[in-house]
């Protein structure tokens, strides 16, 4: 079977289950892994499919949202570096003494945040992110709160009314924010409307946004959008974000770490 053949075939598979992975598709080809990729990364490239973890989905389907586990393996290394920067923006910066308010938005790298934090640091954190939580609670120097509400399943976030009645009380120093999905055009984006609507009013529980997003993020646009990135004072990315289009995102008036 040619390329081009057997990349068709990929599709229609793709679009009839929903998805397609890696392993099964070379078994079936009877090809390698690594030429199932360059067919995926071919389908990618056409816009026909968008890559994920260990496969790929239709590209149309722009409600798709991956469980919290496989979102963590994707770009393991440059969420870590990121959570590394984003020490940086902690109130009073990342050393013995720091103090303030934060809120931590649910999301991988926002719990790679939450690891990062010196045992020093002395500060008031909300979350409504589960995992997020866990690793903060037996941090000695920090008075934690979680709020509640109902918890999605795929992102062990709480929602809903609670939730937000919980941040319309509240005026952190800074907000620690996760995307889906970035772009100049199509803002800040997310699967679900509930996760949305918690975002957006976390964004108005806080005088400073830091948008953290590894560079896989830019140009992704989903089904509920819950800002603009007009609204991120600071975006901390990975080196992937290009120069030019890091450029044009501080020309917007963000500011952009690339870690």
Known sequence: MYAPERQQEILRLARES???DVLSLADEFQ???ETVRRD?????????????????????RLDFEPDLAERDAVAADEKQRIARAALAELPGGEGAGSSGSVILDAGTTAARLAAEIPLEAELTVVTHGLPVA?????????????????????TRAAVDDWALRAYR????????????G???????????????AVKRT????????????????????????FGELSDVDVLITDTGLSPDDALAIERA???????
């Open 18 to 20: 929903g998805r397609v």
């Open 31 to 33: 090809v390698t892994a």
């Open 40 to 60: 995926l990364k071919a389908l990618d490239r056409a816009g026909l499919v968008r890559r994920v973890h260990g496969g790929a989905i239709p590209a149309g």
């Open 134 to 154: 866990a690793r903060l609670a037996d941090h000695p120097g920090l008075t934690l709160h979680l709020v509640g509400g109902r918890i999605r399943h795929r």
């Open 169 to 180: 009380e509240i005026n952190a120093d800074v907000l620690f924010l996760a995307t889906n």
């Open 182 to 196: 970035f772009s100049a055009d199509g803002g800040l984006t997310t699967p679900d409307l509930a996760e949305a």
């Open 202 to 225: 976390l964004i108005a529980a806080a005088r400073r946004v830091v948008l953290l997003a590894d560079s896989a993020k830019y140009g992704q646009q989903h089904f509920a959008r």
């Open 253 to 259: 008036g963000t500011e952009v770490v690339r870690a």
